[in-house]
Nanobody
Framework: QVQLVESGGGLVQAGGSLRVSCAAS????????MGWYRQAPGKQREFVAR???????NHADSVKGRFTISRDNAKNTVYLQMNSLKPEDTAVYYC??????????WGQGTRVTVSS
């Protein structure tokens, strides 16, 4: 089992920056990929970014150049640095982990609100 706890959400003005974190616990060694998804009001959950245990990353086109995912394996934590935030980035951001055995785990979500 893997537990994921997000933190760092909040309210920020358009153009500002915010960093959200996700701390993993439990069967840490079983985790391959960690990432972030988001769900805006009235919309489906969508992929934001992911990072593998080897450090390979990819980001959704909508956030490329503005958001950066990183991972601190020593702290079992993944980060999402969000710069140049836009009102359309407003959403609940969910941490996601996939194990080597392809089990999926989700955090409870952290809300990010970008005011115009």
């Amino acid at each position: 089992q893997v537990q994921l706890v997000e933190s760092g959400g909040g309210l920020v003005q358009a153009g500002g920056s915010l960093r959200v974190s996700c701390a993993a616990s439990g069967s840490i060694s079983s985790i391959n990929t960690m990432g972030w998804y988001r769900q805006a009001p009235g919309k489906q959950r969508e992929f934001v970014a992911r990072i593998t245990s080897g450090g390979f990353t990819n980001h959704a086109d909508s956030v490329k150049g503005r958001f950066t995912i990183s991972r601190d394996n020593a702290k079992n934590t993944v980060y999402l640095q969000m710069n140049s935030l836009k009102p359309e980035d407003t959403a609940v951001y969910y941490c996601h982990a996939v194990t080597y055995s392809l089990h999926n785990y989700w955090g409870q979500g952290t809300r990010v609100t970008v005011s115009s």
